[in-house]
């Protein structure tokens, strides 16, 4: 369902869809600018997203050898 949703937002131009070379698999979503014209911004969803990806990074950091 999840995998159908995303397809649709991807078709629709409201998402774009980053697949990177890895093991394991790793995809990355992204709104467009499209997607962002469409409701009133007040910045929550990019401090989110700002918020995982500092999370991401201190969690590679750690991992690393």
Same mark, same amino acid.
């Given at each position: ?33 499209? +997607?962002?014209?469409? +409701? ?17 990074? +201190?969690? +590679? ?5």
């Amino acid at each position: 369902m999840l995998t159908a949703q995303l397809r649709d937002l991807e078709a629709d131009g409201l998402i774009s869809r980053t697949v990177f070379a890895e093991v394991p698999p790793r995809v990355e979503y992204e709104m467009t600018w499209k +997607a962002r014209g469409l +409701a009133p911004h007040d910045g929550g969803a990019d401090r989110l997203v700002e918020r995982v990806r500092e999370k991401r990074a +201190a969690k +590679a950091h750690h991992a690393r050898p």
